[in-house]
């Protein structure tokens, strides 16, 4: 099958041994790549009950069948292991060189097992494999991680690291890769717990593709798309572009989901952002969109200019009440240093400063900071990472730390199944508030991407909550499909037919017959998948929720997943009775 | 002809475009497609980027709110002072 190598490297870090074995193709034409490769290859190795932070939980990184094709955006790399935060399905997605690397080495995935003694660096270096001390990297951010190990194994490596975050166990560590992050769900925790401080990377075995010549037009002609008006939002401003438009609409999450609506959200939007500290531009690995854009920084702090993106701005910004674009840029540059996800850093602390405002003690010794105190954001968000003082509860996400302070606090505690709200207000946005109170992952508005439904005239306000659950699985399994093909979220506005032309593509690479229903088809599978995963870990029908604040405002909410449960053709508690 | 003053918000590339955030603008009809026409008159450096130069309908990549109420439907009523938002369709984070 072209496409795809159909071989995986299982690597047992507490044996030192890893193994090369054949992953079926009918896996990968029923999986496609990517998380949902992943997800197929995590079910199968992690047993229930697995915890975690121990090393019976394994760690997955899988490609699909596009990288290193030259199909714009498709340079992704997926992660998942049971997640740290949630005890499901913990599933990430970045786009970097390592992706292109990963699938050099012969291989679709690699599957990590049990934990190291000792800090160890894994090079992975075509089909062989060897172990290395990593005692000298402890303490490094990730990005000179990924220096220190090029220096030491070869320049031609691609590195995927975590920070101290990720070392000190924090639940929403990152790993971190090209500057990318696989941010959510705690992968970096995981890789932590299995004291590998990072994977180095380098292979030599191109990528077959059934028809290269029709690929390459139809890749170009992708490309060319990917430059025109649908994409013209990221390129020119960038997400930050959200922050004001979600405030006009009452959507932008602000001081821990009290409103919707921020005072300072222009001083923190995007087109603000742009024209007083726009710095430059970049792209991912093998994409033509370039969406990242680069902020100065005016507080002389080092590194000039930091990355910013819409769900880091909301998350230290609104959400925290933080109006000071400068407190932004620094609490964003400092999470990527930390290797931790903004979003649940960000959503940890706004828990946090509610905790100050209705006086409940949170007994770490120190007092978290009140709404609106930059200063304190950017001691809060550097305790955590050390997991110092008030960081060492608030590492634990808001869902454990407020289980653990108690005094109702759990009734702010913003998070679906452990993993913190994103920046989407979803009592204005009903399809998304179903999309995000059933995803496998938690509180994510990647794997649901509801929001499109809601943020157009697809359906009238007052529809019904069957129009809505097969509105909100539509989008659900799309979104699996996407992540599983790897082709970036940001491209959908450019196909007239998602399912139809990458189905194209994917005949094109693999040289298999392949519809629009075939893919449809994959997407729901996927989906599927990641619900028996997480009902083989303990999953509930009340997992199926949003925080208390929210619900109370979503009367239609239950109705709405029932109605989803019908559209999947799940029994009545959600279980999955016959997978498709 | 019926004059409607409409009051219009922009976002994103749209008010990079324009320079502004809010706009009045006097379409001769209570329609979103005059509306449209009366913007890409009045708002020239709009066309081919953000608004078609035919119609001034939105290019795919951008749509309209009336006051938050997304609509790329050209029949639209609007009521004079009615808000219009100028938007891209894409909401991604």
């Known amino acids: ?580 | 002809m019926c004059i409607v003053t409409l009051h219009v918000e922009l976002f994103g590339v749209p008010r990079l475009l324009v320079g502004q955030r809010h706009l009045t603008i006097q379409s001769n009809g209570p329609t979103l497609a005059e509306a449209a026409r009366a913007l890409a008159a009045a708002h020239p450096e709009l066309l081919g980027k953000v608004l078609e130069p035919g119609t001034g309908w939105p290019l795919e990549g951008y749509t309209f709110a009336v006051e938050t109420r997304f609509t790329r439907d050209p029949a639209t009523p609007l009521r004079p002072d009615t808000s219009l938002l100028l938007v891209s369709s894409q909401a991604g984070g």
Not at chain 1, 3 to 32: F, K, M, N, Q, S
Not at chain 1, 258 to 278: K, N, S, V
Not at chain 1, 445 to 473: C, G, K, M
Request: charged share 25%.
């Open chain 1, 1 to 580: 099958m072209h496409g795809y190598h159909g071989r995986l490297l299982r690597i047992d870090l507490t044996a030192r041994c890893a193994a090369d074995e054949p992953i079926p193709p009918e896996v990968l034409r029923a999986y496609v790549g990517g998380v949902g490769l992943a997800t197929y290859l995590l079910n199968e190795s992690c047993p229930p009950g697995a915890d975690p932070l121990g090393p019976a939980n394994p760690l997955v990184f899988a490609a699909s069948s596009f990288v290193g094709t030259g199909i714009t955006t498709a340079a992704k790399l997926a992660v998942a292991s049971r997640s740290p935060q949630t005890g499901m399905i913990g599933d990430s997605l970045s786009s970097s060189y390592l992706a292109i690397s990963l699938k050099r080495t012969g291989h679709d995935a690699l599957v990590l097992h049990g934990a190291a003694d000792a800090p160890t660096l894994l090079v992975v270096d075509g089909g062989r494999v060897r172990f290395e001390p990593a005692d000298e990297l402890l303490g490094l951010d990730p990005d000179a991680t990924a220096a220190a190990v090029r220096a030491r194994v070869g320049a031609d490596f691609r590195v995927a690291a975590i920070g101290l975050a990720g070392e000190r166990g924090v639940r929403y560590a990152s790993i971190v890769n090209d500057g990318r992050l696989a941010g959510r769900t705690g992968g970096g925790a995981v890789m932590g717990a299995k004291k590998l401080k990072a994977i180095a990377v380098r292979g030599d075995v191109p990528t077959s593709v059934a028809q290269p010549i029709a690929l390459a037009a139809a890749a170009r002609e992708l490309a060319a798309r990917s430059l025109g008006a649908a994409t013209a939002k990221y390129r020119e401003v960038g997400t930050a572009a959200n922050v004001v438009f979600f405030d006009r609409l009452g959507i932008l999450p602000t001081r821990n989901f009290a409103t919707g609506t921020f005072e300072g959200a222009e001083a923190i939007g995007g087109e603000t952002l742009l024209a007083e500290r726009g710095a430059d531009r970049h792209a991912c690995a093998a994409c033509t969109v370039g969406c990242e854009h680069h902020y100065r920084r005016r507080d002389g702090g080092a590194g000039a200019t930091v990355r910013l993106e819409y769900e880091t701005l909301f998350a230290l910004g609104s959400l925290c009440g933080v109006d000071d674009p400068d407190v932004v840029l620094r609490a964003a540059a400092r999470c990527d240093e930390l290797g931790m996800d903004a979003i649940s850093t960000g959503a940890t602390i706004a828990w946090a400063m509610e905790c100050r405002e209705r006086g409940v003690v949170l007994g770490a010794g120190e007092e978290p900071p009140a709404f609106g105190d930059g200063a304190g954001l950017l001691r809060a968000v550097e305790a955590i990472g050390m997991r110092e003082g008030i960081g060492r509860l608030l590492a634990e996400g808001t869902r454990r730390a407020a289980e653990l302070v108690g005094g109702g606090s759990e009734a702010w505690a913003m998070h679906v199944k452990g993993l913190e709200m994103p920046g989407y207000d979803p009592r204005a946005l009903p399809t998304l508030a179903l999309g995000l109170a059933v995803a496998a992952r938690g509180a994510c508005h990647n794997r649901t991407t509801a929001y499109e439904v809601d943020l157009s005239d697809r359906l009238e306000r007052d529809a019904t909550p069957l129009a809505r659950a097969r509105a909100a699985a539509a989008s659900e399994d799309r979104a699996a499909l996407m992540d599983s093909l790897t082709v970036c979220k940001f491209l959908r506005g450019c196909f007239d037919d998602f399912e139809a032309e990458t189905a194209r593509l994917y005949e094109l690479v693999t040289g298999l017959p392949t519809s629009a229903a075939d893919l449809r088809a994959a997407g729901h599978r996927i989906v599927e998948l990641k619900r028996l995963f997480n009902q083989r870990q303990g999953w509930t029908r009340a997992d199926d929720t949003l925080p208390p604040r929210l619900r109370a405002e979503i009367p239609d909410l239950d109705a709405m997943i029932d109605a989803y449960y019908a559209v999947r053709g799940w029994n009545e508690d959600g279980t999955v009775g016959t997978p498709v």
